[in-house]
């Protein structure tokens, strides 16, 4: 984990939050790097839920919500963790987290448990009184079931329906920790799939598939995942049954997702709570129900952290040691570097042209700052897949070369198939298949 933490500050994936002021606990700022990864994270869990299938919509709901939200959500009530004090230290614990009645910093005597609403709150307009409390949405899915009746009738669409929703959410988290894999402030992707009373385990087992090879489609390592049922006295409020997908992390198995069945539960509070009718009326049986929800929820945060976790390899050759990140080629910043041998005048129109060129079609980067053998070990370390080089025999036979992250192979090819080849590899065609007139390296 140190690694990880130090490769994102030293290469600009990740800082601590109002650093030069010492920071704030747990809270965190994605760097230019960064917020690339976190950008493709997105927009790939975004083509998979929403582009690529027929029935699921997206949406963007406020964070701030009626305060009535919660109090029908059970959150105001039911969203709490327990909660035990050290009596000398004063340091604050999570009551399953410590093992004895003693406190972990200073032995000290704990408190016996209480229960610690972790919803943020603030006050909304220039009057700071009990009227005027909101707060910050613990999870993105209340926006979605306030909304389901707008979404039913404005899409027109018929059940099984999902509708998804990529957004920040705040919890007043007891303990943090572990870099962004606990924060105070973090971001998910949720999707809520309203389903007819009766397919609901189907379409669950459905989705606990689904999510799981999404993660393995996208690089995680299988060994690296499992599924773990939630036990009866571990369900959260809402919840028929829940499977975690769980990421080895160097602290040990934790959640990087949760799907739960959250039945009726939602629709049907929402419903009693706001006084509208929010059941749904099905046209081919003549019948009108409240529908079942399944809900993988998962954290970009964490995520990316698994990602960045499992890409990350050191690797020694002729007795240099290489870190490299494989990250898969859609989630890594930047998908080619084009990079001149050197700044010299004559190098650099050729240079500019191709990166010009290549920057329409590719997520990009220039750079011809310092030795070649230095910049190559950059574009490792911040995972970008290939590398073109221009160097002066390119000036005479418009040739240029492809050199692939995860091998150091090196391709060199006639500059006018160069995009073409580019567009093919990064669709997975094995480097040593060859376009005309190209001829191949290996270290
Ligand atoms: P945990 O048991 O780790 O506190 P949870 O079961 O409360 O998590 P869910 O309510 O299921 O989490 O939230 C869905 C997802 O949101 C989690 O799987 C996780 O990826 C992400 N998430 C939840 N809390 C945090 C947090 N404090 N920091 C970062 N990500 C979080």
């Known amino acids: 984990m140190e690694k990880i933490v130090s490769l994102c500050k030293r290469r600009g994936f990740i800082f601590p939050s109002s650093e030069i002021y010492g920071g704030l606990n747990s809270c965190w700022d994605y760097g230019p790097l960064g917020i690339e990864l976190k950008r493709n994270v997105k927009e790939a869990w975004w083509r998979s839920m929403v582009r690529e299938r027929d029935n699921i919509v997206g949406l963007d709901t406020s964070i701030l919500m009626n305060p009535q939200v919660w109090q029908a959500s059970g959150h105001l ?44 709150k603030t006050f909304m307009g220039a009057v700071e009184d009990s009227t005027s409390i909101v707060y910050l949405r613990p999870e993105t899915a209340q926006g979605i079931f306030v909304n389901f009746s707008n979404v039913i009738s404005t899409t027109r669409k018929k059940l099984p329906l999902g509708i998804a929703q990529i957004g920040k959410s705040f919890r007043n988290e007891i303990t943090t920790g572990n870099f962004i894999f606990r924060s105070r402030e973090f971001e998910q992707m949720e999707m809520e799939y309203f389903v007819k009373p009766g397919t609901d385990k189907e379409w669950f087992d459905y989705w606990v598939k689904e999510r799981l090879e999404w993660y393995k489609r996208l690089g995680i390592k299988e060994e690296h995942l499992r599924l773990r049922p939630h036990a009866t006295d571990e369900l959260a409020h809402y919840a028929r049954e829940c499977y975690d997908v769980e990421y080895l992390f160097p602290m040990g198995w934790a959640e990087l997702e949760g799907i739960a069945n959250r039945g009726d539960f939602d629709i049907k509070q929402h419903s009693e709570h706001s006084g509208k009718d929010l059941s749904y009326f099905d046209e081919e049986s003549k019948q009108r129900f409240i529908p079942y929800v399944i809900e993988p929820s998962a954290g970009v945060d964490r995520s990316i952290l698994a990602f960045l976790l499992d890409a990350y390899e050191e690797e020694v050759n002729n007795g240099e040691t290489r870190v490299v990140l494989r990250l898969h080629r859609t989630l890594a910043p930047f998908e080619v570097a084009i990079l001149p041998l050197s700044r010299n005048p004559k190098l650099v129109p050729l240079a500019k042209e191709v990166y010009a060129s290549l920057r329409r079609s590719f997520r990009s980067e220039y750079d011809d700052s310092q030795s070649i053998g230095r910049r190559y070990r950059r574009q490792d370390e911040i995972g970008t897949p290939f590398c073109v080089t221009i160097d002066f025999q390119s000036l005479e036979d418009e040739q240029v070369t492809i050199r692939e992250r995860d091998t150091m192979s090196q391709l060199r090819l006639p500059t006018k198939h160069l995009e073409e080849t580019l567009k093919a590899k990064l669709d997975g065609e094995p480097f040593d298949v060859l376009p005309p007139g190209a001829t191949v390296w290996k270290p």
């Open 77 to 120: 009530e039911g969203f709490a963790d327990p909660l035990r004090e050290c009596k000398s230290c004063h340091q604050r614990w999570r009551a399953d987290e410590v093992a004895r009645d003693t406190c972990p910093s200073c032995s000290g005597e704990l408190t016996t448990p209480r229960m610690f609403n972790l919803m943020f």
